[in-house]
């Protein structure tokens, strides 16, 4: 049970140890971006300590019906450990609140009250000010949004990790037509909070390698900054989901929001307005709908990974509209992921030796080519294979399954297994990063689904070097879609 929380436990670690050298450091203030890094250092160490605290059955939880109704359901009794730890990485905002949010849904494992806490994270972190968000605008634009806008709700819609959304109307003079677009405003000062946040990443990586000695954490170190440092320009995330638009324009159940151009700026994003459902009220449809929605998914990461080398490296539940009939809206480019061809080969010939060829032996010689098996690690050929088969299981037999909250969680903990003989002689090499938060992040959502399904033949008509035909309705209507398509996709 304890090495389930190694990974998580691991980074609060990290603010705890920098916290307790420093003499002195005294007490936090209450600022809602914390840019230095002693005062950030110590509102880790506390959320470490808040963690530690007693806990009750049930927490608090925020859902965004609409911006004129926003409906609170809170439960005298939450647990006030694990609401701080939604309060601080939330106030924090910034790379340590991903931290809370990646936890609310990856590992079974956490603690009921501090996911049901950290799952707050997802859609609905404490929001900044209207007049702060309407003060963003006006720099970013030009006007503030009560002149840009026919109309400008001022009260958030969804907040995150670094910015807010708000609803708006917007006037098209090309069209003349009013149309609904979403605005996203990033906080004032968030990118000086995630400076603070990446000064620490060394000692994160210092934590790291203590517990994996074979992990080099230097290019782990810097693929995140280079990343998070990307995803505070929302003019990169414009140009982004303006690609993926493209890329998925007329498909028949993905949808990406379309971008409007000329209301984007270096801290502002505006798109169009999507309504649809969240992420908890799928949990509650029948499982053929759930079913649906997972084939949907699977799809989006696979074909955009496989036929386009770019994904979002930050799958979580609310970046995602569900519409019914496996339709679902994808949101937030920010963190984008775009993979050369030697890199696609890479992890599609991984793919090919583990799970259709099952052979071990060129499986190995790949990771160690890839540098992510060290070449004269002393460990077997058939225990390499057995250490790394686990994240193929899903795929590595034509036959349907059905994805579950306990293989989600048993391949978290597998990866972050220090005991493991292969964790001692192995690393992750830039291209894998993310390529392994996407992985463990899809399959967290899957489980929680409970999705089923024959996803073999599924992935066989995303993999490039099988290209297999349609084995549900789903491909079918996706293979005709493709066939209107100009070029192959």
Not at 114 to 130: D, F, G, I, Y
Not at 236 to 254: D, L, V
Request: glycine fraction near 8%.
């Amino acid at each position: 049970m304890r090495r389930r929380y190694n990974w998580f436990v691991a980074a609060i670690a990290v603010g705890v140890l920098a916290a307790s050298c420093r003499r002195g450091a005294g007490r936090a203030g209450t600022a809602v971006n914390r840019t230095s890094r002693t005062g950030r250092n110590v509102e880790v160490a506390r959320m470490g300590l808040a963690v530690g605290g007693t806990y009750a059955s049930t927490g608090a939880r925020k859902l965004f019906a609409s911006a004129e109704r926003r409906v609170e359901l809170d439960d005298e009794r939450r647990l006030r450990s694990a609401e701080q730890v939604a309060e601080r990485l939330g106030n924090m905002k910034g790379a340590l609140m991903k931290i809370g949010q990646m936890a609310s849904y990856l590992d079974d494992g956490l603690p009921e009250p501090v996911r049901a806490a950290l799952a707050q994270l997802q859609t609905a972190a404490p929001p900044m000010s209207a007049e702060l968000a309407a003060q963003v605008v006006t720099e970013e634009l030009g006007r503030p949004p009560d002149e840009l806008f026919v109309e400008w709700d001022r009260e958030p819609i969804a907040a995150a990790s670094i910015g807010q959304v708000h609803r708006a109307v917007y006037a098209d003079p090309a069209t003349g037509r009013e149309r609904a677009v979403a605005v996203k405003v990033q906080y004032p000062g968030v990118a000086a909070a995630i400076g603070a946040d990446l000064r620490n990443t060394k000692l994160l990586g210092a934590v790291l390698a203590q517990g994996f000695g074979g992990l080099d954490p230097e290019e782990m170190i810097a693929e995140i900054r280079e990343r998070l440092t990307e995803e505070l320009d929302y003019r990169r995330e414009a140009a982004n989901q303006h690609r993926f638009a493209e890329w998925y324009r007329g498909h028949p159940f993905i949808h990406v929001p379309d971008v409007v151009g000329e209301l984007c700026a270096d801290r502002v994003l505006t798109t169009e307005l999507v309504v649809g459902s969240p992420w908890r009220e799928l949990l509650t449809w029948d499982q053929h709908e759930r079913d649906l929605a997972a084939e949907c998914i699977f799809r989006f990461v696979f074909r955009s990974l496989y036929r386009r080398h770019a994904f979002n490296g930050d799958p979580h539940p609310g970046n995602y509209l569900f519409h019914g009939d496996g339709k679902v809206t994808f949101l937030d480019f920010g963190l984008v992921r775009h993979f050369t061809d030697a890199e696609i080969d890479v992890f599609a010939s991984m793919v090919q030796a583990a799970a259709v060829e099952h052979d071990a032996a060129r499986f190995r010689g790949i990771v160690e080519r890839a540098g992510l098996l060290r070449a004269d690690a002393p460990v077997s050929t058939e225990e390499a294979g057995a250490f790394y088969s686990s994240f193929y299981e899903p795929v590595a037999e034509d036959r349907a399954m059905r994805w579950t909250k306990e293989y989600a969680s048993r391949i978290v903990r597998h990866t972050f297994d220090r005991s493991s003989p292969i964790a001692q002689y192995s690393t992750v090499p830039r291209a894998f990063v993310f390529i392994q938060r996407i992985n463990l992040g899809l399959y967290a959502l899957l489980g929680d689904l409970g999705a089923g399904g024959n996803y073999r033949r599924i992935a066989e008509e995303l993999w490039p070097f099988s290209d297999g035909p349609p084995s549900t309705p789903m491909g079918d209507a996706e293979d005709e879609w493709l066939r209107t398509r100009c070029a192959p996709g």
